[in-house]
């Protein structure tokens, strides 16, 4: 979509131009957020959708992290003479 | 590199992902198609295979971080190119120890990014337009004193941007719209890496379980005839 502007325009942030497209993106965010089938009717200023945006990338961030840590667990008690073990070990490996 | 027992592997995966993020909206924002799931799946049991994950003799951090590192690279890869894919794998080579993985993992395509124009190098051309900016902006709000309450929400609004640009993979490099559309792609791309690894997860915990079983069961057969 940006790269159809020419690159003055990408360089500015909050040029008129672009406030329409860039309100479409805000509510597209809003919408994506975990709280968005309760709020979608509201208005919710652009300020809070980025805070609740931060917020929401941090969780997942602490999610991957969790699973990882999960996978890993499970990865390590390997146990060895059965046929399932043995494929997910080589599977894995 | 995969036999076909791994594709078996990976569709078992695909079947146990519930879809939790199958939103779409335009044509040209991230969907979780069945090839992202595949391609994802596909690159992080790839990536398990090039750092050994499942040796005995890897310590539980060591193995943690290659997981990670393993699920991070599946991401951007199974996405494509976007600027934050291309931020994540740029800021994944920055560590010397990242290297030789992502060579191994990604092959051509890591010399290919590497020739791309690297984003620290223009780290300081880029400081000055931020200052200029900056100072711009500044000027702009002792202007429009009278208009508190506007000035308090743009001011709001910068410091979310930053705390958003330091989150999104080469977002410190991004315009205002970049910023916001990548973010998008993102979180989306991070919902996806969040199911599909919780899907492995899964897989991984109910085929140990069944395994368990199938060697508890000649017992348990033992004891119940016993009665």
Redesign the interface.
């Known amino acids: 979509m940006s790269s159809r502007r020419p690159r003055s325009w990408q360089s500015s942030s909050a040029s008129r131009i672009t406030d329409e497209q860039i309100n479409d993106l805000v509510s597209k965010l809003q919408a994506v957020l975990p709280e968005a089938r309760i709020r979608r009717s509201d208005r919710v200023s652009a300020a809070k959708v980025l805070q609740e945006t931060c917020n929401y990338i941090r969780s997942l961030h602490r999610e991957v992290d969790d699973l990882s840590e999960r996978l890993s667990e499970l990865l390590a008690s390997t146990e060895s003479s059965s046929a399932q073990a043995a494929i997910i070990r080589s599977l894995l490996m | 590199m995969l036999s076909r ?2 594709f078996i ?1 990976i569709s078992a995966c695909v079947a146990a992902f519930s879809p939790s993020c199958l ?1 779409s ?1 335009s044509v ?2 991230m969907q979780v198609t069945e090839a992202f799931k595949h391609a994802f799946l596909k690159q992080m ?1 790839l990536g ?2 090039a750092s ?5 003799s ?1 310590g ?1 951090q060591e ?3 290659a ?2 590192l393993s ?1 991070d690279v599946a991401m951007a890869v199974a996405r494509g190119s976007r600027k934050w894919t291309r931020g994540l794998i740029a800021g994944l080579s920055e560590e010397q120890q990242n290297r030789s993985f992502l060579q191994l993992i990604l092959g051509e395509q890591y010399e290919r990014r590497l020739m791309k124009p690297c984003y620290s190098s223009w780290k300081i051309p880029r400081c000055r ?1 931020i200052v200029r900016r900056s100072l711009r902006v500044c000027c702009r709000r002792q202007k429009k004193k009278k208009n508190q309450s506007g000035v308090l ?1 743009r001011t ?2 910068e410091k ?2 930053q ?2 640009k330091r ?2 993979p080469g977002g410190e490099s991004m ?4 910023l ?2 990548e ?2 792609d ?3 791309s ?2 996806a ?2 199911d599909l ?2 899907s ?2 899964t897989t ?2 109910s ?2 379980l ?3 079983s ?2 508890t069961l000649p017992e348990r057969k033992a004891s119940y005839v016993g009665k």
């Open positions: 027992t791994h592997y939103l909206f040209a924002a049991l398990f295979q050994a994950v499942s040796t005995n890897m539980f193995r943690k971080n997981i990670k699920a337009k929400a709001l609004v979310r941007t705390q958003l989150l999104v315009d205002g719209f970049s916001l559309d973010t998008l993102y979180v989306l991070l919902r890496q969040v690894m919780q492995l997860l991984v915990e085929s140990k069944r395994s368990h199938k060697r």
